[in-house]
Structure formats: structure tokens, C-alpha cells
């Protein structure tokens, strides 16, 4: 998924991001910014995912909100 896919969605992922990642506190929802490569890294990072699972967690939000 591009970056320009995801800063399109921006406004209604970042309603849904704290919604399917309680962790993510409104900090990290800033620092993620629109940026698909921050919130994979954010994902891994809290969750513990692989790449491609932070990817594939990423693309089901994504197309939840299309």
C-alpha cells in the first residue's frame, strides 16, 4: 500500500486506528501522520508483528474504510 493511498484515508484511519490497536496512544496516532512505512514500524514495534503481518493488518484496515 502506498503512502499516497494511506494519507488519502488519513482522516478516517486515524479514527480507526485506536479502535483496533488500544496500544497506540494519541502520540503515536501523530507520529504516524498519514505515513503507511510509520504505522507498519509503529505496529511492529508495539505488537511485536512481522513485516509482512504489520503490512497485512495495515492493507485490512485500509479497505475497511474504503
Request: charged share 40%.
Amino acid at each position: 500500500m502506498s503512502n499516497d493511498v494511506m494519507e488519502g484515508k488519513w482522516k478516517q484511519v486515524k479514527g480507526k486506528l485506536r479502535e483496533n490497536w488500544g496500544k497506540l496512544t494519541d502520540d503515536d496516532v501523530e507520529q504516524v501522520d498519514g505515513s503507511n512505512d510509520r504505522l507498519v514500524g509503529m505496529l511492529q514495534e508495539k505488537y511485536g508483528y512481522a513485516k509482512e503481518e504489520a503490512e497485512k493488518q495495515v492493507r485490512k484496515l485500509l479497505d475497511s474504510v474504503s
